[in-house]
């Protein structure tokens, strides 16, 4: 259960990744709620760009470790990364829009406990 979440966190980071990255501004501005004259900025482009790596390399790492390390080490270090994704969430519900808090932040709360209680 608890890998099957993570993963699903992890795609869902990858797909964060892709429309930070790849997408046209216009998906953009409609799944981030910023405006698309703005995201056409070659800065706003740049810094889209950098917290798309962010995204990528967090859901390599979340997916890297289900499968490579051993589960009382993953515990801890799924209780982490689940973790930096809620307060990252959070921030990002606060700066720049509040679906961000239940599509991110409250997934991996929810899993975070939920590696919490599990053996």
């Not at 706003?44 to 051993?70: D, E, H, R």
Request: aromatic share 12%; charged share 10%; net charge positive.
């Amino acid at each position: 259960m608890i890998l099957f979440l993570t993963t699903i966190i992890a795609l869902e980071h990858l797909i964060f990744m892709l429309i930070e990255i790849f997408a046209k501004p216009e998906l953009q501005s409609k799944s981030f709620d910023l405006p698309t004259s703005f995201l056409e900025n070659p800065y706003a482009k740049s810094a889209l760009g950098n917290q798309g790596i962010y995204n990528g390399m967090l859901a390599v790492t979340i997916i890297l470790s289900n499968f490579l390390i051993p589960y009382p080490q993953l515990k801890t270090i799924l209780i982490l990364l689940m973790f930096y994704i809620s307060v990252v969430g959070i921030y990002g519900s606060l700066t720049v829009t509040k679906k961000i808090f239940f599509i991110q932040s409250l997934p991996a709360m929810i899993t975070m406990l939920l590696i919490f209680i599990t053996k």
